[in-house]
């Protein structure tokens, strides 16, 4: 157990949906990163925070969005969604900004019907 | 653009046998490499970081080296057992910059 979780585990909506994906990270970490993974994309970094503000911003759509609130959980949402959108969703954190390792939480499996 | 390979999409081996994955890399100067593991459907789990400035990396029975004028990184199981099945991912990384992952090979460990 890496002491992030995610929810929901499991989420199956329709084409034009908005959905919300949640991520607490572990006690005392200030990092949060979000991945997508699907079977032909690896894991694509999408956004990271740290202790509330946006640090980076990967391969993320303009249909995709995230915050992170000052308990430092994060939510990343996902509008107009589309069948390509299924994948799973990966929040990790660091306590530190930069090399640190990162902790996986166990993702959010979402399909778009 | 970055890009990131590792040698091929699986490899299969014998138990008791050592597994070398490898992970390439061009357009990029990683300060620094890590290694994951995953198991299908759950998060990757870290295992190891190595620094641009170290050769080698050991845990356990894991070995980690970091070439970078090769622009490469080797990454061994030696005593494989079935239960380190599991695909391995490298990601690389830069201070203040974030990490970019590899596809991953697929190990197979065979009893």
């Known amino acids: 157990d890496s002491g992030v979780t995610q929810t929901p585990k499991h989420l199956i909506t329709a084409t034009g949906q908005r959905v919300t994906l949640r991520c607490s990270p572990r006690?005392?970490?200030?990092?949060v990163y979000w991945y997508q993974q699907s079977l032909d994309q690896g894991l694509q970094f999408l956004i990271q925070y740290y202790n509330g503000e946006e640090r980076a911003k990967g391969n993320i759509l303009e249909r995709f969005s995230a915050q992170q609130f000052p308990d430092l959980h994060s939510e990343l949402n996902l509008s107009s969604l589309e069948l390509g959108d299924s994948a799973l969703y990966f929040c990790?954190?660091?306590?530190?900004?930069?090399?640190?390792?990162?902790?996986f939480g166990p993702g959010t499996r979402l399909t778009v019907l | 653009s970055q890009k990131i390979e590792q040698n091929s999409e699986a490899l299969n081996i014998q138990e008791g046998k050592t597994a070398t994955l490898t992970c390439n890399y061009t357009?990029?100067?990683?300060?620094?490499l890590q290694w994951y593991r995953q198991d299908p459907g759950r998060g990757p789990v870290f295992l190891l970081l190595?620094?641009?400035?170290?050769k080698e990396k050991r845990k356990e029975r894991l070995k980690v080296t970091f070439d970078t004028t090769l622009k490469q990184s080797l990454f061994h199981i030696t005593a494989s057992q079935p239960a380190d099945s599991a695909t391995y991912l490298c990601a690389l990384g830069n201070y203040g910059q974030n990490f970019v992952f590899g596809p991953g090979t697929r190990l197979s460990v065979l009893p």
């Open positions: 357009n990029y100067s990683p300060a620094y």
């Open positions: 990790a954190s660091s306590g530190v900004e930069g090399y640190n390792e990162q902790f």
């Open positions: 190595i620094r641009e400035n170290e």
């Open positions: 006690s005392g970490d200030l990092s």
